[in-house]
């Protein structure tokens, strides 16, 4: 996830505004928005539109910029940005919302190579694994650290390992760290810069191969009275035609885009300024069609669901730590395995099986062990 990088001191920013949301591979805000944590949950409540992405509306959505136009148009809406890096998708997302019980809200979603397939990273996986209470204590844990290093940051060097020698490093604050805004979920410090140009690419991306997405994601959005829709945050070489391609298939309201004149910094993130412009037409967008957007139907057939979807680790023979995930479901008394998602490598597009006992899934090399579900 791209940040700004210090040589200097770090700003701090005002704790009564923002919270840390990443620092140091630690991501603070999967926690604190995952879990409802220090008031935030009620930020979540009150916010009448979500805005879900990846990191590209994490950078691209400015929440506060929609707001002040909302107020200007009369429209009633109130915009937090809900999105999260590190490539994520829809999938902790839904877990959020059945976990805080968020309902009756409209939902903008972003369509990008990061949200086509039903996948977690494994910041999120951690997240949801953790309690309440887990999630206060590694919260509290990671930010006196970065405290720590803070307050040493052009003090002292820090003392690290490399090709087998200690080494000095004048930085003593470990890389990037990003800061969101409690009331709206933005990020600070945005980026600067207007590098590389925003225009459309070829088609090449598909939606939800498995069918993962619509079965779960959509099912419970439906549930919780969520009316949702789709845009793309714009970059470099986007797909265009994502966006019809899913609301063929959703029967659901779109934002086509209006990518004109806007800039990334890195080819994928747009810039502070690109992202207030975008931001400023996608709200002129749905306060236009606001009245439209209403008489969508926001309840499809009932869910096949009987039981919660899993996630369940796999443990290799003798060895402590998991490899990876499976996360499957029971659908009328029957297993199906969803995909085999690796930590560190997820894998894209496996077709799944299925079979009557989980534990029937194990094989010679690797024995399962069910952990918490993913929802609750």
């Known amino acids: 996830m791209p940040g700004v990088k210090h040589t200097g001191r770090s700003k701090l920013y005002n704790p009564r505004q923002y919270f840390l949301a990443h620092y140091a591979g630690f991501g603070f805000d999967y926690f604190i928005l995952g879990h409802g944590l220090f008031g935030v949950k009620q930020h979540l409540k009150d916010a009448s539109l979500l805005l879900v992405s990846s990191s590209k509306g994490l950078y691209g959505f400015q929440a506060h910029t929609m707001n002040k136009l909302f107020k200007q148009y009369d429209t009633n809406l109130k915009a937090y940005n809900l999105s999260f890096g590190l490539g994520e998708g829809y ?23 990061d949200t086509t397939d039903y996948h977690i990273s494994p910041q999120a996986f951690k997240a949801v694994h953790a309690t309440t ?42 890389g990037a760290n990003n800061w969101r805004r409690w009331d709206t979920g933005d990020i600070v410090p945005e980026l600067e810069g207007d590098n590389q140009a925003v225009a459309p690419g070829p088609i090449y991306i598909n939606f939800d191969n498995l069918g993962l997405i619509n079965k779960i994601t959509f099912r419970v959005f439906d549930k919780h009275h969520l009316n949702y829709g789709f845009t793309t945050v714009p970059y470099k070489n986007y797909d265009p035609g994502l966006i019809q391609k899913v609301a063929a298939v959703t029967n659901h309201w779109i934002l086509p885009p209006e990518w004109e004149d806007l800039y990334t910094k890195d080819g ?11 931001s400023t037409r996608l709200a002129t967008q749905m306060s236009d069609q606001i009245d439209e957007m209403k008489r969508t139907s926001t309840l499809s057939q009932d869910s096949i669901l009987d039981e919660k979807p899993y996630l369940v680790e796999i443990f290799p023979i003798g060895y402590p730590a998991p490899i990876g995930t499976l996360l499957f479901e029971k659908i009328k008394g029957t297993y199906y395995i969803y995909k085999h998602i690796y930590l560190q490598n997820r894998l894209q597009g496996m077709r799944p099986w299925e079979f009557e006992d989980y534990r029937a899934a194990s094989d010679v090399n690797t024995s399962l062990a069910i952990s918490q579900t993913l929802t609750e």
Do not use: M
Request: glycine share 2%; aromatic share 14%.
């Open 268 to 278: 994928v993130h747009l810039t502070k300024t690109s992202a207030q412009k975008y």
């Open 133 to 174: 209470y887990e999630a206060y204590k590694e919260v509290i844990e990671h930010g006196l650290q970065f405290l720590f290093d803070w307050c040493l940051q052009t003090i002292l060097p820090r003392l690290v390992i490399q090709e087998n020698k200690i080494v000095f490093t004048i930085p003593f604050v470990r």
């Open 91 to 113: 999938t902790f997302v839904t877990w959020l919302v059945q976990h805080n019980n968020l309902q009756n809200k409209f939902v903008l979603l972003d369509i990008t190579d």
